[in-house]
Structure formats: C-alpha cells, structure tokens
C-alpha cells in the first residue's frame, strides 16, 4: 500500500493508523498547491479530487476520503481494536464519531486557512470551541473517545487539533481535552507517524 500525504495535513490521521496498525506500506509526498508528487506525477492522475489522504492498494485501486481509509485499515488489523467489528452497534458509535469529526469539527477549521477580518477569525474560532466543548465534557469520564481503547476516530481527532496551534485556537480552557492531546502524542504509533512527516 502507499499513503499518499501532506505533512501536517488530515493525512496525518491515516498514517498514525498505518503505525498503530502495524502495517507495512509506503508514502509519497503531496504538494497541493500544484498537485504534484514527490515523485514528479501529476497527483491528479492519481486522484483526480486532488486531496490527501489518498491510499493506493495493493492491485493499484485507490481509496479517498480519510473517515473511510481508516476504517479500511482498521479492518486489516482486527486485532488491534482500532475498529470495532462492522455491523456492531459499536462500528456504528465509531462512524458517529467519524462523522462528527470531520463535518463539525474538520470542517470548522477550514475557514482559518484562507484569509478573514479580525472578526471573522473569532467568529469561527468560538464556532470551534462550541465543538471543543461537547468534546471536553465527553472525556471528562474517558481515557479515549470511545472509552477505554484507542481507535481509528482518537487518530482524526488528534490530528485535527494538532492544528489549533497553527490556528490560534486556545485550547487551554479544556483540560480534558489538552490531557487527551497529550495521552495521544504519546503513544508510539503517533510519534512514529510525527517522527516521519517532520512533526516532532
């Protein structure tokens, strides 16, 4: 398999997974401002959304859509617990979390990389800490998401916030949370994917 990515980017999230996973595969690098590889392709011959993540298989097929990858990859390790089995009320709760990453939280960002008025930026940074918030109550209990053990959807989430810094949005009001961060930078899986894009 190769992952194909962008430092820092929400590629980031199916990389850890990769680590955490255990599987054995390859990356290239993407510049997405002129959608070339490192290698030299036309990334858009390859993916023709011009967005990372994207995962090439093994028989040359690709798989976009970074909620979507990780499950995938998730499913080629069962024994790692990174998913719950498909079509457990379980695999559902996941895919609740997915969803919920990447349209209300993901998408929340999105704003704060193109240019805003003052206004504008702290309109959408308090967008984000209304979703920081629910997230900070539901660890207040919670060692991962989903309870006691990491998934596929602790890898988006992390990398997601990863860009706060980035962003100028404080976190610290969020102690659940910032420990969570924390608990996830942590592990070996996460830092080998950091390690490898640059992060760390």
Same mark, same amino acid.
């Given at each position: 398999?190769?992952?194909?990515?962008?430092?820092?980017?929400?590629?980031?999230?199916?990389?850890?997974?990769?680590?955490?996973? &255990?599987? %054995?595969?390859? %990356?290239?690098r993407?510049?997405? =401002?002129? !959608?070339?590889?490192?290698?030299?392709?036309?990334?858009k011959?390859? /993916?023709?959304? &011009?967005?990372?993540?994207?995962?090439?298989?093994? $028989?040359?097929?690709?798989?976009?859509?970074?909620?979507?990858?990780?499950? *995938?990859?998730?499913?080629?390790?069962? &024994?790692? $617990?990174?998913?719950?089995?498909? &079509?457990?009320?379980?695999?559902?709760?996941?895919?609740?979390?997915?969803? #919920?990453?990447?349209?209300?939280?993901? !998408?929340? #960002?999105?704003?704060?990389? =193109?240019?805003? %008025? $003052?206004?504008q930026?702290?309109?959408?940074?308090?967008?984000?800490? +209304?979703?920081?918030?629910?997230?900070d109550?539901?660890?207040? /209990?919670? +060692?991962?998401?989903? @309870? $006691?053990?990491?998934?596929?959807?602790?890898?988006?989430?992390?990398?997601?916030?990863?860009?706060?810094?980035?962003?100028?949005?404080?976190?610290?009001? *969020?102690? /659940?949370?910032?420990? *969570?961060? @924390? =608990?996830?930078?942590?592990?070996?899986?996460?830092?080998?994917?950091?390690?490898?894009? @640059?992060?760390?």
């Amino acid at each position: 398999m190769k992952l194909y990515l962008t430092p820092g980017a929400c590629s980031l999230s199916p990389h850890i997974v990769l680590h955490e996973a &255990g599987l %054995t595969f390859d %990356t290239e690098r993407v510049d997405l =401002r002129d !959608k070339t590889t490192s290698g030299g392709a036309n990334f858009k011959d390859i /993916n023709p959304k &011009g967005q990372v993540p994207t995962l090439q298989l093994d $028989d040359g097929e690709i798989l976009t859509e970074g909620a979507v990858i990780v499950q *995938y990859l998730a499913d080629l390790a069962p &024994g790692t $617990d990174l998913a719950p089995p498909a &079509g457990t009320r379980e695999r559902y709760r996941l895919q609740e979390w997915l969803n #919920y990453i990447a349209a209300e939280v993901h !998408k929340a #960002y999105s704003p704060l990389f =193109r240019p805003l %008025t $003052d206004e504008q930026g702290a309109a959408a940074r308090a967008h984000i800490l +209304t979703r920081v918030a629910h997230i900070d109550t539901v660890l207040a /209990n919670r +060692t991962w998401l989903m @309870g $006691d053990t990491f998934t596929v959807a602790d890898a988006y989430l992390f990398t997601v916030l990863s860009w706060s810094r980035m962003a100028k949005v404080d976190l610290s009001a *969020y102690p /659940n949370v910032t420990a *969570y961060l @924390g =608990r996830v930078a942590e592990r070996p899986g996460v830092q080998k994917a950091l390690i490898a894009e @640059g992060l760390a």
